[in-house]
Every structure is written in structure tokens, then in C-alpha cells.
């Protein structure tokens, strides 16, 4: 289950750095052109997160019309989940599919936006607090830090922890 997760996210996070780390202007421009998928797919930190979405079959779904916002884990976040975790989201991909989905929100939700809710219902149906404190966005304990990462269908937001929801 935690493995799956990983997965997951580690893909959702490799659509967020891919969507963020366009410095010129037609750099960004043809990133927002590009899908959250893609985005994260173009960027390394995020090759973890991309491996576990297609893991768990959720790339055509994070690549649809959307608008989707998504807090993507980078490689650093995933590599702070114990192994065995991992091991075992990897063997169940309803799961890791759950875990996944738990880091995906309806609709493009900007850091302006985030930044006045208490809570984002997500996609795998439970709810994330959400606390701003010293400045900074936390999205379930995990902090958001690079927000606003711009794709064709929606928002990426990266954040620097796995979030696993109870199951």
C-alpha cells in the first residue's frame, strides 16, 4: 500500500518540478501547453512520482481535461517513506492507487487560493487539512514548497512529504 503510494506520488511529483522549472518565457509558456503528467515527467525530482502513477494506471487520468490540482512529493519526500511501506503499496496497486489519489484535488486551486481553505476534499474522498503558519502552506503536515506550477490541466503544487491517508 505504501509502496503504491510512493508510486503515486512520486509521479504526481515529477508533473510538478517538470511544470516548475521553466525559466524563459516560452519555456513556461510551452509547459502550461503541457499536462500535469507531462510536467512532472520533464522534471528528475519528480521520477518517483511518475513511476508509481503509471504503476498505478492513473496517467491518463492526471493527463484528461482535468482541471485537477495536485500536491506532488519530490524524489527527497518519497525517499522519507520506510521501505517496507513502499514495498508494500507497490504489491497493491488499489492502494498505492488510493494513496495517490489522495494527493489530487477537483478543480485548479492556486496558492492564493489554498492559502484561505482549512481543508480540500480529495480525489480518493477523504479530506487534507489544510494550516498556514509562519508564512508557510502545510497540506496534511507536508509543507508546500514551490506552489503554483502551471500545466494545460490544472495546477501543481510541490510539497516536501508523502501524504498517506487511514485506511
Do not use: C, W
Amino acid at each position: 500500500m505504501k509502496r503504491a503510494l510512493v508510486t503515486a506520488l512520486a509521479s504526481l511529483a515529477l508533473l510538478a518540478v517538470a511544470a516548475g522549472g521553466a525559466g524563459a518565457a516560452t519555456a513556461k509558456h510551452a509547459k502550461a501547453q503541457s499536462n500535469i503528467v507531462q510536467v512532472a515527467a520533464s522534471d528528475a525530482q519528480f521520477t518517483t512520482l511518475v513511476s508509481l502513477v503509471k504503476k498505478a494506471g492513473l496517467a491518463g487520468a492526471l493527463s484528461g481535461k482535468g482541471p485537477l490540482t495536485v500536491f506532488a512529493p519530490t524524489n527527497a519526500a518519497f525517499a522519507k517513506v520506510p521501505k517496507a511501506t513502499l514495498t508494500a503499496l507497490g504489491k497493491d496497486k488499489a492502494k498505492l492507487k488510493a494513496v495517490l489519489l489522495y494527493h489530487v484535488v477537483k478543480g485548479k486551486v492556486t496558492a492564493a487560493q489554498v492559502v484561505k481553505l482549512k481543508s480540500a476534499k480529495t480525489l480518493e474522498g477523504s479530506t487534507v487539512p489544510i494550516k498556514v503558519s509562519g508564512g508557510k502552506v502545510y497540506v496534511d503536515g507536508a509543507q508546500v514548497v514551490k506552489a503554483d506550477v502551471a500545466a494545460s490541466n490544472g495546477v501543481i503544487h510541490v510539497i516536501n512529504k508523502v501524504l498517506i491517508p487511514q485506511m
